[in-house]
């Protein structure tokens, strides 16, 4: 089985991590899960997480094929559109965004222009689609749970897994957003567990155990299904879906969730410029 090169850049305000992952064999790469910086205080929207990953790209040679989502993050914005613009390549998220859209759509009333049908990303992906980076053959796994649109993105040995699944000592995803459901995402996860167990496991943010002390961004297959404390082998389903019910009602929402998914549920793109000229997010009240 192939082996990808992967890259992974941390931004820690935002306890996410983002990936270049290239073909050994070729230049060819793809980025996953970027990150742009914003201050939501001051309104303010930055590129250095971005811009690391721009550097890192240029000083090695490479050439961006796809610029991938996991799916619709709420816990911060999407760099897509920079990243594109500067380096090129196709962007990608899972076909059910248009789900997404059309929930999140509503919530924030967003106008007729905002299309509800995905057009916003260059390739919508369903279960069992492939793609190329270079001479790698990349495939996909519908994940939801989290969000109806997640997906996993398997690449060689090497697969990319979200929010689905954390540190085994940290566990698994929420459930309790819009479009999300605990018994999904257990089967969800049951399809990523399947994997070869030595499959690496790339994960989307890492917020440290209580008793670990560095972030940590990979594991396996085979250390989550010996120790996920959410959902090790012989969980079984009802006993996951009860735990993380019981968890979801304990979490507050992220902070950064109200403007991250009206800027990714756009592939990235702040919403329309209003007649002053002037770009606004929205805060809907004792919405959510």
């Given amino acids: 089985m192939s082996s990808p090169i992967v890259t992974h850049f941390f931004d820690e305000p935002t306890n996410t991590f983002s990936y270049v992952v290239q073909d050994p064999n070729s230049k060819a790469c793809a980025i996953l899960d970027s990150v742009l910086d914003f201050d939501y205080a001051a309104g303010r929207t930055d590129v250095r997480s971005a811009d690391e990953i721009i550097a890192f790209i240029k000083a090695e040679g490479l050439s961006v094929e796809w610029i991938l989502e996991t799916h619709v993050h709420a816990d911060h914005l999407s760099a897509a559109p920079y990243l594109q613009d500067t380096l090129g390549g196709k962007t990608g998220i899972g076909a059910k965004i248009i789900e997404v859209q059309e929930i999140f759509g509503k919530a924030?009333?967003?106008?007729?222009?905002?299309?509800?049908?995905?057009?916003?990303?260059?390739?919508?992906?369903e279960e069992g689609n492939t793609f190329s980076i270079g001479g790698m053959e990349g495939r996909v796994l519908h994940t939801p749970g989290h969000t109806p649109a997640c997906l996993t993105y398997v690449i060689g040995d090497a697969?990319?897994?979200?929010?689905?699944?954390?540190?085994?000592?940290?566990?698994?995803?929420?459930?309790?957003?819009?479009?999300?459901?605990?018994?999904?995402?257990?089967?969800?996860?049951?399809k990523v567990l399947a994997l070869p167990s030595e499959t690496r496991l790339f994960l989307c943010h890492d917020y440290k155990a209580p008793d670990r002390d560095t972030y940590?961004?990979?594991?396996?297959?085979?250390?989550?299904?010996?120790?996920?404390?959410?959902?090790?082998?012989?969980?079984?389903?009802?006993?996951?879906?009860?735990?993380?019910?019981e968890r979801d009602a304990t979490l507050n929402m992220p902070k950064l969730i109200l403007p991250s998914v009206q800027v990714n549920m756009r592939a990235g793109h702040m919403p329309p410029a209003e007649d002053n000229g002037q770009v606004y997010?929205?805060?809907?009240?004792?919405?959510?």
């Avoid at 990319?160 to 459901?181: E, I, K, N, Q, S």
């Avoid at 959410?230 to 079984?236: F, P, T």
């Avoid at 997010?281 to 959510?288: A, D, M, R, Y």
């Fill in 108 to 125: 924030f009333n967003a106008g007729t222009e905002f299309a509800r049908d995905g057009s916003q990303f260059d390739r919508l992906f």
């Fill in 159 to 190: 697969a990319f897994v979200g929010d689905t699944l954390f540190m085994p000592d940290y566990g698994t995803a929420r459930c309790d957003f819009p479009g999300g459901d605990a018994r999904t995402l257990y089967r969800s996860i049951q």
């Fill in 216 to 245: 940590q961004h990979e594991t396996s297959v085979a250390k989550q299904r010996e120790n996920n404390v959410h959902v090790h082998e012989g969980v079984s389903e009802d006993e996951f879906v009860t735990l993380r019910t």
């Fill in 281 to 288: 997010l929205k805060v809907p009240i004792n919405k959510f």
